[in-house]
C-alpha cells in the first residue's frame, strides 16, 4: 500500500474511494488528519492530509513525525508527496510538476528527528540522495505515459514560513542551488528516511518565488490557489497511471 500526502490545494484525492477512516495515535501525538484508507485506480492507498482536512495547520506547526510514524505504523510501502512550491528557476513556470532530487534545510526549531530522547541511541541515517530512486522512476514513467511534463530534477529549499521569501533571501538560496522553494518537505523527507519509508515528492510550482515574476508584483495567494486549483488534475492523473502501473 502506498501512502499519499497531500499539500496545499489537495485537501483531499478525487475518484479515491475511503472505505475507512482512522485517526491514529503515535507516541509523538496525532497526525494532522485522520489517515484515509481506500482505493484509487483499484489499489489499496492511505491518503493524509498534510495541513489537515481543513488546511488549518501551517507549515511549521504540522506534526511531521506524528504524520510519517502513523504512516509507517499503517505498513505503506512508500510515500509520494504532494507540495506546492515557489521557482526560483526561470523555465519551472507556475502550473509546472517537478520531482525534486535533492534538498537543503532551512527550517528551525521543528521536532526532525526520532532518534532523541532518554532512551534514543545516537543514530545519523544517510541522506545523500534524500528522495527514493524507485518511487521517482515509477513517477516519470507514468509521467510519460501520460504525456504530462514533470521536470526529473530539483534542488528544494526548504523554508520555515509561514511567511514567504523576501527577494534577498530567494537571491541567497539560488545561490546556494535551489531552483525551488516550499515549507514542508523538510523534515517530512528526514524522518521518511528514519523510518525506512521510501519517500519521493511531486513538487507543484504556484508561483515564481520573490522577486522572480516579470511583472515585479508580490505574491498572492489568490493567484496561488488558482494555479494550484488548475494543476491538481495532472497531479491525480500522475498518481493514478502509477498506481495502476503497480503490479
Ligand atoms: N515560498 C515558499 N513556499 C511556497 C512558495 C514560495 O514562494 N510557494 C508555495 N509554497
Redesign the pocket.
Known sequence: MLAIIGG?GLAQLAGFEISRRHMARTPYGEPSAALSFGHLAGRPVVFLARHGDQHSIP?HQVNYRANLWALADARVLGVVAV?????IRADLKPGDLVLPDQIIDYTWGRPSTFHEGPDAAVAHVDFTEPYDHALRRRLLAAAAAIGTRLGDAAVYAA?Q?PR??SAAE?NRLERDGADV???TGMPEAALARELGLPYAAINV??????GRSESGAG?SLEA?HAVLAGSMQQVHALIERMLSDDE
Do not use: F
Request: glycine residues 14%; aromatic residues 4%.
Open positions: 496545499s507549515p507540495a506546492a512550491v515557489g521557482s523554508t514560513g514567504l521569501e530567494i522553494v516550499g515549507m510550482v504556484a508561483n515564481y518565488a520573490a505574491i496561488i
